[in-house]
């Protein structure tokens, strides 16, 4: 483990003036649980509705200011994060324990992002539609939704929220950001990025809170008119609830949860370059990522020799120092590792363990060969490959969020599309294969919001959309031009310049025709 320099934690503190906070709680790294990285003094329910009243009252000037000019601003954001690449990045490794090379990809999507919406800022088009009277001229616009309410996860600390910040700001809205506490750190870094890129004052406002305070204050302010969206990233549970609370107010939000990611492997698959992708879909991020590969499905013929070749995978995997080059860093917080063994329990009888010296935490006494630095203080453990995985164990229809990897068998690839339908989820899906046939079956058999075809369940583009449907959202999309439609709202005008009434449907003028004419 490399040494760290201990120095006092920072105090973080909610951006709104005149909140106290009602307890305090620390951000520590889980790669070295001694290490405190932030003490986060978090609000109660009325830092949110503070909060959005104030990004209200800025809204209104920012969204007055011409969509090239907000451009402008989301381009400096994209050149000071450039600026400060590498201390942003191993702050995001050092307070959610993700392998350094992982967190400079996070960082770089901020920049991708921030690349992309520049140029959305000269291309927020409406139409000019004509009209089925004379002298009359129809359009469209798109305008900002107010206030955006957004709370993130703490997987993805700086890039998710991101995708939702740029986007919005670029719209012309005012935002209001609950980052996850265990994140609180990074969150307090990019937010001092976009300030300091130009970023008008009041325009992007930090609420550190807990989640029952942030529901709380979210149904406040919902009810008091001050939040135009919601923007939520998180777990199936709470999404249903954030959804159930949209949905009294008439709002739908935009819900980015969970996923159990099937991968279908054929007797044609390339199995190299499965096991490649199954290694990275499933153990990357020590699998926290909604895009984890949750089950691999393979094709009877081969799941044998796949098998064999994806176990000497992870045995030979380097896990440990998230500072190191490793595939595998800690978990992020000890609420998730509480939560971790949970999923462990549900191994039963009929599953076949694969992948590591044990099962559960890396200590001295449940070692992991090849660990690298010392997993004494942090929340390290095995990644776990199970075999034998049926349709009604829990390990299969439930997201397992962390290091563990089901495998199962098919015969025909309708099955093999049923079953990677049946837990419910729709998030992302792949298949390796070298049949154009199989892809094409598979893309219109599977019901998730993201395919790859040879090519691991994680990874996404800053100009493509991202989300899900089922389980894994309300088909809400993240990402490139299609969120817009999420932070904007269309408004239709009409122009009648021909200086009397005319009235649609009513008083239009069609000509006339012989409708006894034959040839």
Excluded at 84 to 109: C, D, Y
Excluded at 356 to 375: E, H, L, W, Y
Aim: proline fraction near 6%.
């Amino acid at each position: 483990m490399t040494t760290t320099t201990v120095i006092e934690a920072p105090t973080l503190r909610s951006t709104v003036p005149g909140i106290s906070p009602v307890r305090t709680v620390d951000s520590v790294n889980p790669a070295d649980l001694s290490d405190v990285v932030a003490r986060v003094e978090l609000a109660g329910p009325e830092g949110i509705v503070e909060a959005a009243r104030r990004a209200n009252a800025a809204q209104r000037e920012w969204g007055a200011v011409p969509a090239p000019v907000r451009g402008r601003v989301i381009a400096a954001i994209g050149r000071f994060v450039e600026a400060n690449f590498e201390a942003l990045a191993q702050l995001v490794t050092r307070e959610v324990g993700k392998p350094i090379v992982e967190s400079r990809g996070e960082v770089q999507e901020i920049v991708d992002t921030c690349d992309f919406f520049l140029g959305e800022g000269r291309r927020l088009y409406g139409q000019t539609v004509p009209s089925e009277m004379p002298d009359k001229q129809l359009f469209t616009f798109r305008v900002p939704v107010g206030t955006a309410v957004i709370v993130t996860a703490g997987n993805f600390p700086v890039a998710v929220p991101s995708w939702y910040l740029v986007p919005a700001l670029l719209a012309g809205n005012a935002v209001v950001w609950k980052p996850a506490e265990y994140a609180a750190a990074t969150a307090d870094a990019l937010a001092r990025i976009f300030v300091a890129a130009g970023l008008p004052e009041g325009l992007l406002t930090v609420v550190h809170a807990d989640g029952a305070a942030t529901f709380e204050g979210l149904d406040r302010a919902l009810k008091q008119g001050l939040v135009g969206k919601v923007g939520f990233t998180g777990s199936t549970d709470v999404g249903r609830r954030i959804g159930e609370l949209c949905g009294r107010h008439l709002q739908s939000p935009c819900l980015e949860l969970g996923g159990k990611n099937p991968m279908v492997v054929t007797a044609d698959a390339d199995l190299d370059l499965a096991v490649e992708g199954a290694l990275f879909g499933g153990f990357g991020t020590a699998g926290q990522r909604c895009t984890s590969l949750g089950t691999v499905i393979v094709e009877e013929h081969v799941h044998e020799p796949f098998l064999r070749r994806f176990e000497a995978a992870v045995r030979r995997a380097r896990i440990g120092d998230p500072t190191e080059d490793v595939v595998m860093g800690p978990l992020l917080a000890p609420s998730f590792a509480e939560r971790y063994e949970t999923y462990l329990g549900w191994i039963g009888e009929h599953h076949r363990v694969l992948g590591s010296g044990g099962v559960g935490r890396i200590t001295s006494s449940n070692a992991r060969d090849g660990f690298v630095g010392d997993p004494s203080n942090g929340l390290y453990y095995h990644p776990v490959v199970v075999d034998g995985v049926r349709p009604d164990d829990e390990l299969f229809r439930v997201e397992t969020f962390g290091p563990l990897v089901g495998v199962m068998t098919y015969r025909t690839l309708d099955e093999a599309i049923e079953l990677a339908n049946l837990p419910g989820y729709g998030l992302s899906s792949s298949i390796y294969t070298t049949s154009p046939t199989s892809v094409f079956r598979f893309r219109q058999g599977i019901g998730t919001g993201m395919v790859s075809v040879n090519n691991s369940t994680s990874g996404a583009e800053a100009h493509l959309p991202f989300g899900g449907n089922g389980k894994s959202g309300n088909g809400s999309r993240q990402s490139g031009v299609w969120v817009l439609d999420q932070f904007t709202r269309w408004q239709s005008m009409n122009w009648d310049y021909s200086g009397r009434l005319q009235k649609a449907q009513m008083d239009v003028e069609i000509p006339s025709a012989d409708t006894g004419f034959r040839l």
